[in-house]
């Protein structure tokens, strides 16, 4: 089955600077690579999403990267804010419909 | 876009009850739900995949019996924790899924059992 891998588990940055979390994947069928946010006490919300026929996406601060040769994809925020602070998980499917895999999460501070 | 509803967010309950979650999707009708329970500062571990109308898929190590999972239509599943333990205390995490809607997750349910 799928492996998802993540990095850093947490993160600190000053506000303005840029954060990245990267994720490797191990199965060459995963086509689909959403990222979620998750704050504290509620359920991850869908921030950004890439498909493996797209090398990157971007949606004002936020963008994602993928490498499919390599396996593994990205995240970057730019101009970081106190309230980007929160949990945020990659995964990877195969396609929309199907079972996730989830990264381990990596917990983002942004100090003010 | 597509919206889950998971009611109640969140429950305290006595040692020895049952507790039900409910996942509704709200303006899809969804494929398959799953469920997740997470433990404070880690990643999500899935319980259980359930299509509607069949038997849920357990993970390996969920106990069947205990947790329960009943998906009864294309917008409804619930789980109910039965004989709950204060080990069963987590926070369970439902989300729909539908090719052209992806993924949502619920709101998720704190569950605490005194």
């Known amino acids: 089955g799928e492996n998802v891998e993540q990095h850093p588990s947490t993160l600190s940055v000053q506000e303005g600077d840029s954060a990245v979390i990267k994720c490797t994947y191990s199965?060459?069928?995963?086509?689909?690579f959403p990222w979620y946010k998750q704050e504290l006490g509620k359920g991850p919300q869908l921030i950004i999403d890439i498909r493996s026929n797209v090398g990157e996406k971007k949606d004002q601060r936020i963008a994602v990267t993928l490498n499919k040769t390599a396996k593994h994809f990205s995240l970057h925020i730019t101009e970081t804010q106190p309230e980007d602070s929160a949990v945020y998980f990659c995964?990877?499917?195969?396609?929309?419909?199907?079972?996730?895999?989830f990264g381990t999460g990596t917990s983002l501070t942004v100090i003010p | 876009g597509a919206v889950v509803s998971q009611h109640p967010s969140r429950v305290i309950c006595k040692s020895g009850t049952s507790v039900k979650i409910e996942c509704r999707s709200l303006d899809f009708q969804a494929t398959t739900m799953f469920w997740y329970r997470q433990f404070p500062k880690q990643s999500l571990m899935l319980m259980a995949t359930?299509?509607?109308?069949?038997?849920?898929?357990?993970e390996q190590g969920v106990e069947k019996d205990k947790f329960l999972i009943n998906h009864a239509s294309l917008t409804l599943s619930t789980l109910t924790v039965t004989s709950a333990h204060p080990e069963d205390s987590s926070f369970y995490i439902c989300?729909?899924?539908?090719?052209?809607?992806?993924?949502?997750f619920g709101s998720g349910t704190r569950l605490t059992v005194v």
């Open positions: 989300s729909a899924s539908a090719r052209d809607y992806g993924y949502t």
């Open positions: 199965d060459s069928a995963s086509n689909y």
């Open positions: 359930s299509n509607e109308g069949s038997k849920a898929t357990y």
């Open positions: 995964a990877a499917s195969e396609n929309t419909g199907n079972q996730f895999y």
